[in-house]
């Protein structure tokens, strides 16, 4: 059976209520500042969120949007929401470009991270350097843009200071990831240097289990589902556009969510 048939239907309720505590704020700031939010998007994609059906054509609308309007809309300091625990989607869904009985196995004895590109700190680390690391956590929404959404948690590295201990170039355009599976993606560096955005580790408290992207995935609750790459091996800063699996097939690049 398709996988994508057992995923649940989106959880409208509690997005158009993260799109109504924009809206009331936003109208008037949407063109005076930088806004990009869920609510923002509506009004910009002309959709009302009244039901799964507009959500999904918001969501559609917005993948098609420029990258450049985005980027100019885009505030990268501007928090994404968090949530309470009693909120996780449980089971929390499984998306790749297989089926799950393909997710890739990771050995945690012999895995390495690559760093490459514009660094000048440590090239290679291992799993248990990353644990040794500060770790945080989030009660976060991913949304995908197939049309559905989850809330997740997810604990690990704040993105920047993994950026800052590797003697990253923070001046640099992109970052891009590779994966175990041969996926990959790209972010600009403002996105890499969100406070929000997370080297996760675990899910919901555990090792992050293989179908979420042992043994290390990115998250960042400001970017929709397939910015998000799951089983990392390297990660590259640099100035060159990397491109990504989705976005080289039609995705938008900037992929805000
Ligand atoms: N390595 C890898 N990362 C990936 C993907 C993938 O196919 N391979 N799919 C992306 C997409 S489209 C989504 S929605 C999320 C799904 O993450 P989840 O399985 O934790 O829900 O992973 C993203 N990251
Ligand atoms: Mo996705």
Redesign the pocket.
């Not at 991913?142 to 197939?146: A, K, L, S």
């Given at each position: 059976m398709n996988p994508r048939k057992l995923i649940r239907p989106l959880d409208a309720a509690s997005i158009i209520k993260d799109a109504q505590k924009e809206l009331q704020s936003s109208t008037r700031r949407l063109f005076g500042k930088r806004l990009l939010s869920l609510g923002g998007l509506a009004l910009l994609s002309g959709c009302d969120l009244t039901d799964d059906k507009s959500i999904n054509t918001m969501l559609r609308r917005v993948s098609t949007l420029n990258d450049g309007a985005q980027a100019l809309l885009f505030d990268p300091r501007k928090p994404a929401p968090t949530y309470p625990e009693s909120m996780l989607t449980r089971p929390?869904?499984?998306?790749?470009?297989?089926d799950i009985d393909q997710v890739?196995e990771v050995d945690a004895q012999t895995y390495r991270l690559e760093v490459g590109g514009l660094v000048k700190g440590k090239r290679i680390w291992t799993l248990d350097e990353l644990r040794a690391l500060q770790q945080r956590s989030q009660v976060t929404r991913?949304?995908?843009?197939?049309g559905?959404s989850?809330i997740?948690k997810w604990g690990g590295v704040r993105f920047a200071d993994f950026l800052i201990l590797a003697g990253a170039d923070t001046g640099a355009k992109y970052v891009a990831?590779h994966?175990?599976?041969?996926?990959?993606?790209s972010i600009d560096m403002p996105t890499a240097l969100h406070p929000q955005t997370l080297l996760a580790l675990t899910?919901d408290g555990n090792v992050l289990p293989p179908?979420?992207?042992f043994p290390m995935?990115l998250r960042m609750p400001t970017k929709?589902?397939?910015?998000?790459?799951?089983?990392?091996v390297a990660i590259t800063v640099t100035n060159e556009f990397p491109g990504g699996?989705?976005e080289n097939q039609g995705y938008n690049w900037f992929g805000g969510s």
């Open positions: 929390f869904p499984f998306n790749a470009y297989y890739p991913h949304i995908c843009i197939e559905w989850a997740g990831f994966c175990a599976d041969n996926y990959w993606t899910y179908k979420y992207g995935k929709l589902g397939y910015k998000n790459p799951k089983h990392i699996y989705w």
